[in-house]
């Protein structure tokens, strides 16, 4: 994919250049989910999960994770071999026990240069019965 821009110069030949710019994107790492989504009503068992496997190219280790607020969810990670990867379990739990919606953000750190910290988003959602 190509992407032009024009550019301003102070050439007064040429004061708009085009410039093409063009790469490609590789992804550090492949979530089975982009965020995290909490709902159901008060007292229910609440819960959901995502995984994350890092590329072979950019292989890192997440070393701890913690949610922003933390009020109203918790955080649980776990590492699973496999092979010469690693598959990491992030689960989620609600903790809010009145009705109401909130927003969340699990910050994971890695050892990568290239990304220090994974950030995910947590949406809870509890309803009345």
């Known amino acids: 994919m190509h992407k032009t821009?024009?550019?301003?110069t102070?050439?007064?030949l040429y004061p708009n250049k085009p410039l093409t710019i063009s790469g490609f994107?590789?992804?550090?790492?492949?979530?089975?989910?982009?965020?995290i989504v909490?709902?159901?009503?008060?007292?229910?068992?609440?819960?959901?999960?995502l995984t994350i496997t890092p590329a072979e190219k950019f292989?890192?280790?997440?070393?701890?994770?913690?949610l922003q607020d933390g009020r109203?969810?918790?955080?649980?990670?776990?590492?699973?071999?496999?092979?010469d990867n690693t598959i990491y379990r992030i689960k989620v739990g609600n903790l809010k026990e009145?009705?109401?919606?909130?927003?969340?953000?699990i910050h994971l750190k890695?050892?990568?240069?290239?990304?220090?910290?994974?950030?995910?988003r947590v949406l809870g959602q509890i309803r009345r019965k």
């Open 5 to 8: 821009v024009v550019v301003e």
């Open 10 to 12: 102070n050439d007064p």
């Open 25 to 35: 994107v590789e992804t550090l790492y492949r979530s089975s989910k982009r965020q």
């Open 38 to 49: 909490l709902q159901g009503s008060p007292g229910a068992a609440i819960t959901d999960a």
């Open 59 to 66: 292989p890192f280790k997440i070393v701890d994770g913690w």
């Open 72 to 83: 109203f969810a918790s955080l649980e990670w776990h590492a699973k071999p496999n092979g």
């Open 98 to 105: 009145s009705p109401g919606r909130y927003i969340d953000t």
């Open 110 to 120: 890695t050892d990568s240069t290239i990304q220090p910290v994974i950030k995910i």
